[in-house]
């Protein structure tokens, strides 16, 4: 389905689970599409909606990309199904989205899930020597971040599968069941969603800080998680003043589907 926001652009929105069931956002990793969510067995009681972020699927690429600007869209997606209270879970790539949600919007949240959450290593200084510079380089060097990310992102426009084979090689099952599907729905407009990912989250500021976001904050991560979901883990939940983290023992990136009823059961149980 399709909303045209007030500023002209299509937001692609899909809704999954329970049409009486209590309502909560789910935004898709990086790549990915509306059509990634849990499994649906994780999905009773729940009204889920998803949507696609800028330049993925149905939704429209804009110029200037940022985590606060995606949470404007959610709150207008929401308001126009008339949906004022809602859970909100961001997977990976999507929780820096989920946390913005928290910042602008947290007196419609009954909760913010960030799994698998990379936190802003602006923030928390978790890049450092050769890596800091580069950074640097990439933010301030004017139109050198957009250069890189675009020729970076290249390959999801080629090939939208090429990391689910690299995940699938790796043993890390992504438990997620339309995962294919929303891979090959992400690049429907080539790469455009996926650098607009990186430059929101790693080029462009912010726009607010942890600790700008006062609604409760659930941070899982996987114990075998191969990035920094686990050593960022209590470094966010120090700045986030309503943060908990839970980390599943048996996990890696991806929740399992046990995982994934747990925090849907959180999100809602207020």
Not at 77 to 85: F, G, T
Request: charged share 20%; glycine share 12%.
């Amino acid at each position: 389905m399709d909303l045209v926001l007030p500023d002209g652009r299509v937001l692609g929105w899909a809704e999954y689970g329970d049409p009486a069931g209590m309502p909560v956002v789910f935004l898709h990793g990086t790549p990915g599409s509306r059509l990634s969510r849990p499994e649906d067995s994780a999905l009773a009681g729940v009204r889920l909606i998803t949507i696609d972020r800028p330049g993925y699927g149905r939704s429209t690429p804009v110029r200037q990309p940022t985590l606060l600007g995606v949470a404007e869209d959610v709150g207008t997606l929401m308001s126009s199904m008339r949906i004022e209270r809602f859970g909100l879970i961001g997977f990976s790539g999507g929780a820096p989205y989920a946390v913005a949600c928290g910042a602008r919007l947290p007196h419609r949240l009954t909760g913010v899930v960030a799994a698998a959450f990379t936190g802003p290593y602006r923030e928390l200084r978790t890049v450092r020597g050769r890596q800091r510079f580069q950074a640097w380089a990439l933010r301030n060097v004017p139109g050198l971040g957009r250069r890189y990310v675009t020729r970076t992102a290249a390959w999801y426009a080629e090939d939208p599968l090429k990391q689910h084979r690299q995940l699938l090689a790796g043993g890390q099952d992504p438990w997620m069941r339309p995962y294919e599907e929303s891979n090959r729905e992400g690049a429907r407009q080539g790469a455009a969603g996926l650098a607009g990912d990186w430059l929101a989250t790693d080029i462009h500021p912010w726009g607010f800080g942890l600790r700008d976001v006062p609604c409760r904050v659930l941070i899982w991560a996987g114990r075998h998680d191969p990035g920094r979901a686990v050593p960022d883990a209590p470094l966010i939940a120090a700045r986030i003043p309503s943060a908990e983290i839970r980390v599943s023992e048996d996990a890696a990136h991806t929740p399992s589907p046990t995982d994934w009823r747990a925090m849907l059961t959180w999100v809602t149980s207020r």
